[in-house]
């Protein structure tokens, strides 16, 4: 049973950092594709960045382009989203999805599992 288990999420002021986790389990990831996205209050889940095992390829959402960098683990079978010059509109909880495919996509729909989310709040 694939598992995925969000960590590092928290209050932060504007222009703070934060790193979140995403620890995977159940499954070989080599050739997956590990994706972030994140719902702010009364939003739609919107696609933030992905990464594909196989090739190391990223791809962001335009507006945390600059200040998000998603990265892997992949011995540990862990991803990675380091948030810096974070603003108060990225506030949402964020999710960490596996994509059972290696090209990148960001709709949500692509995504075969999820976790369970972790709150990001960015004070002004």
């Known amino acids: 049973q694939v598992q995925l288990v969000e960590s590092g999420g928290g209050l932060v002021q504007a222009g703070g950092s934060l790193r979140l986790s995403c620890a995977a389990s159940?499954?070989?990831?080599?050739?997956?594709?590990m994706g972030w996205f994140r719902q702010g209050p009364g939003k739609e889940r919107e696609f933030v960045a992905a990464?594909?095992?196989?090739?190391?390829?990223?791809h962001y959402l335009d507006s945390v382009k600059g200040r998000f960098i998603i990265f892997g683990d992949n011995p540990k079978n862990t991803v990675y989203l380091q948030m810096t010059s974070l603003k108060p509109e990225d506030t949402a909880v964020y999710y960490c999805?596996?994509?059972?495919?290696?090209?990148?996509?960001?709709?949500?729909?692509?995504?075969?599992?999820w976790g369970q989310g972790t709150q990001v709040t960015v004070s002004s």
């Open positions: 999805a596996a994509r059972n495919d290696p090209i990148i996509r960001s709709m949500r729909q692509a995504y075969d599992y």
């Open positions: 159940g499954r070989t990831f080599s050739r997956s594709t």
């Open positions: 990464l594909s095992w196989s090739d190391g390829t990223t």
